[in-house]
Each structure stands twice: as structure tokens, then as C-alpha cells.
């Protein structure tokens, strides 16, 4: 069952994958991760790829796609997987269909204003990644292991907005270029709301898929 999660950025892609991940056993593959572990790691496509997402723009599709091709190759993707963060255009899309066959489209719909409000209080653990948002937790440590928390450049407000922009003019066409594969999800409420919603779709899907 090879699947993409789409979504404005902060509309909880990364939270659905991680229920999808337990309950049908597939990997979360999110470029976005693969991403920030070569920053981190201050690789040469890292520090490259750090250029472009501090300013909220696109990180270029050569570099995203030579990372994905490479994860995908790997054992765990043999009985499917989940992308989250790719593809985010159409020349993606199409890149893409030469690498996997795709069996469903899942897309989250959020409003703006409440996708702002989410990322902009966001805060993640230096240590463990553990994710928190400020509206429900006030402390700066980690409640899991005690490091600091921190807010990422890209979440700030004047990048947020950039990066919903650009999700509006590039990756939103993808819904019509997927359309024969999309399923419209309701992002609001509790995580716990949006899997349930979820779940009929993700069941009939892995049926067909078996």
C-alpha cells in the first residue's frame, strides 16, 4: 500500500503518518526528516538544501528526488510506504511515477488561519523531536527527556505564510493531478478525530492493495 499525504504545511501530515505507521505497518518516509537529518548533519546537501528552507522556499527537485530514490530502494519500502513532504509540485509528481506506483492520495484539509496558529506555536525537543505546542504546554523543557525545546525558522510567522503561499501556487494542483486517487480528510479536531476519519479509506485501500 503505497501511499502520499497531502496537505498545507502543519495541517498534521507527520502526525496521521505516525498512526498509519503503527496500525498497517509501513514506514513514514518524509523528506522533510531526511532533510533535517543532512542539516544537522551539516552535510554538503544539507547545508544546501538549509539555504532554501530557511527562507521558506522549495529545496530544488534534484536534490529531493535523489534522496527519495534512495530510501525507497531500501527493504523496509518493499511492502509499501507513506511520503509526507513529497511530491509538493507537479514535475515532482511526474518524477515520482517513474520511480513507485501510488495507490492512494490522502488529503488533509485545514484552514489557513488554523494551520498559522498551529505551526507558529509549535515547539519540537532538541533531543528526542518530541513535538509540542505552547497553547497547551508552557514549559521549555522536554517532558519525555528534559532537553531544551526549540522553534524552528521555518516556523516562525513571516516564513509560515511564505511557505502556505507557496503551497497554494505549487502543490495544491497536485489534488487534480491525483485526482482519481484522492480522499478528501477533515483535519480538524483531535489527531484521534482525523485517524478515525481516516481509517475506512486506509482499510478498503489495503484490501485492494493485497
Do not use: W
Not at 59 to 78: A, F, G, M, Y
Not at 170 to 189: E, K, M, W
Amino acid at each position: 500500500m503505497n501511499l502520499i499525504l497531502l496537505g498545507a504545511p502543519g495541517a498534521g501530515k507527520g502526525t496521521l503518518a505516525k498512526k498509519i505507521v503503527k496500525d498497517y505497518h509501513i514506514p513514514q518516509v518524509s523528506t522533510g526528516d531526511i532533510l533535517r537529518e543532512n542539516i544537522k548533519n551539516e552535510t554538503p546537501v544539507g547545508k544546501l538544501a538549509k539555504e532554501f528552507i530557511d527562507k521558506g522556499q522549495l529545496v530544488p527537485d534534484e536534490v529531493v528526488i535523489e534522496l527519495l530514490k534512495n530510501r525507497l530502494s531500501q527493504d523496509d519500502c518493499k511492502k509499501g510506504f507513506i511520503l509526507d513532504g513529497f511530491p509538493r509540485t507537479i514535475a515532482q509528481g511526474k518524477s515520482l511515477e517513474n520511480i513507485a506506483n501510488i495507490d492512494g492520495v490522502i488529503l488533509i484539509d485545514l484552514p489557513f488561519n488554523i494551520i498559522e496558529e498551529r505551526i507558529v506555536t509549535r515547539r519540537v525537543c532538541s533531543s528526542c523531536g518530541e513535538i509540542y505546542s505552547t497553547s497547551s504546554y508552557d514549559k521549555n523543557d522536554c517532558k519525555k527527556c528534559g532537553a531544551p525545546l526549540y522553534q524552528r525558522d521555518d516556523d516562525k510567522l513571516e516564513t509560515v505564510r511564505n511557505r502556505l503561499e507557496v503551497y497554494d501556487r505549487q502543490t495544491a494542483p497536485l489534488i487534480n493531478f491525483y485526482s482519481d486517487r484522492v480522499y478528501r480528510l477533515d483535519g480538524s479536531g483531535s489527531p484521534e478525530d482525523v485517524y478515525a476519519r481516516a481509517k475506512t479509506f486506509l482499510d478498503d485501500l489495503e484490501a485492494k492493495s493485497e
